[in-house]
C-alpha cells in the first residue's frame, strides 16, 4: 500500500474477447487518468480471462506503451469474478475496483467516484443507474431486467443499495481483508455479494449517480445468457441468503 497521504488505485478492466475496443479504449482511460490530478496514484490493470481472440496480445502491448501506468494479467479460464478475485488477492494498494473495457460509465462520472475515495466518506463505492440524477441509456428489456432482479435482491438478502449490479465499484484494502472470505467464485455474482456482505459486516458503503450508456459499438454481442445468467441469479441468491442468516459475529 502507498505510504503517503494519496490513496493508491489498482483500476481493473476485466476481459474477455474484446480485441475490436480493447486498445482504443484503453488509451481513452489513460488519456483521462492523466489529463489532471484527481488525488489518488491510478494503476490500470487488464484483466484477460478465457479469450480466444487477440485480447491478450493487445493488453501485453498496452503495458509496454504505458510502463509504470498499464498492467496486463491473462487468466487461461473465462470469467469476470473469477479474475477479479484472483488479482485482488494480489493487490497491495489502498483500493482496488473495476469499470467494464466498453467505457458504458462517463468519465465524469468515474470522477465522482474518484472523489469519493480520496475523501475517505465510504469504504465501498458503488456507481448506481437508479439512483435520482443517475442517467442510464440501455436496451430497454436489459433495463426491465435489472430493474427486476435489484428488487429482489433487496427482498431477498435485506440490501439497502438501488443498483447490485452495476460495473463499477471500488473496495477499500481494509474492507477487502474483511469481507473476501465470505466470497465464493461465482460469474456475475461478485458484486452482489460484496454489497451484501459490507452491509452485513457494518462497513460503509456509498452509492454515486453516474451517466451510463451501453456501448454495443455496432453488432458487439451483448455476452448476457438470459435464461441461464437468470437461474444462475436466483440459485446464488438462495445460497448467499442462507450464508447471510447463518453468520454470527
Same mark, same amino acid.
Given at each position: ?6 490513496? +493508491? ?32 496514484? $491510478? ?8 479469450? +480466444?481472440? @487477440? ?44 469499470? !467494464?473495457? !466498453? ?8 470522477? &465522482? ?32 431486467? +435489472? ?18 449490479? $452495476?460495473? $463499477? ?21 461478485? !458484486? ?13 458503503? @456509498?452509492?454515486?449517480?453516474? !451517466? ?15 435464461? &441461464? ?8 441468491? &438462495? ?5 447471510? @442468516?447463518?453468520?454470527?459475529?
Amino acid at each position: 500500500m502507498s505510504g503517503n497521504s494519496r490513496p +493508491s488505485l489498482d483500476l481493473c478492466l476485466p476481459v474477455y474477447n474484446e480485441e475490436a475496443i480493447l486498445r482504443d479504449n484503453v488509451r481513452r482511460l489513460i488519456d483521462f487518468i492523466t489529463a489532471k490530478d484527481y488525488g489518488l496514484d $491510478c494503476h490500470v490493470v487488464i484483466l484477460v480471462n478465457g479469450s +480466444s481472440d @487477440k485480447s491478450a496480445e493487445i493488453a501485453q502491448q498496452l503495458s509496454k506503451e504505458y510502463p509504470g501506468l498499464v498492467e496486463s494479467r491473462v487468466y487461461p479460464l473465462a470469467g469476470k469474478s473469477r479474475a477479479l478475485l484472483n488479482y485482488a488477492d494480489t493487490s497491495l494498494t489502498d483500493w482496488w475496483g473495476f469499470i !467494464d473495457v !466498453d467505457l458504458s460509465i462517463s468519465f465524469e462520472s468515474l470522477a &465522482k467516484l474518484f472523489a469519493v475515495i480520496v475523501n475517505k466518506s465510504a469504504d465501498l463505492v458503488i456507481a448506481s443507474r437508479f439512483l435520482p440524477g443517475a442517467s442510464c441509456k440501455r436496451a430497454f428489456y436489459r433495463g426491465i431486467v +435489472s430493474a427486476l432482479y435489484n428488487k429482489l435482491a433487496r427482498h431477498v438478502l435485506g440490501t439497502t443499495v438501488k443498483d447490485h449490479q $452495476c460495473g $463499477c465499484k471500488f473496495v477499500s484494502h481494509e474492507l477487502w481483508r474483511a469481507v473476501r472470505p465470505f466470497l465464493r467464485e461465482s460469474d456475475y455474482f461478485l !458484486d452482489t455479494a460484496l454489497i451484501a456482505w459490507t452491509e452485513r459486516l457494518g462497513w460503509r458503503i @456509498k452509492e454515486v449517480p453516474v !451517466d451510463w450508456v451501453d456501448n454495443r459499438y455496432g453488432k458487439r454481442p451483448t455476452k448476457i445468457k438470459l435464461a &441461464k445468467d437468470t437461474v444462475n441469479f436466483l440459485m446464488s441468491l &438462495k445460497h448467499l441468503r442462507r450464508d447471510l @442468516k447463518s453468520y454470527r459475529e
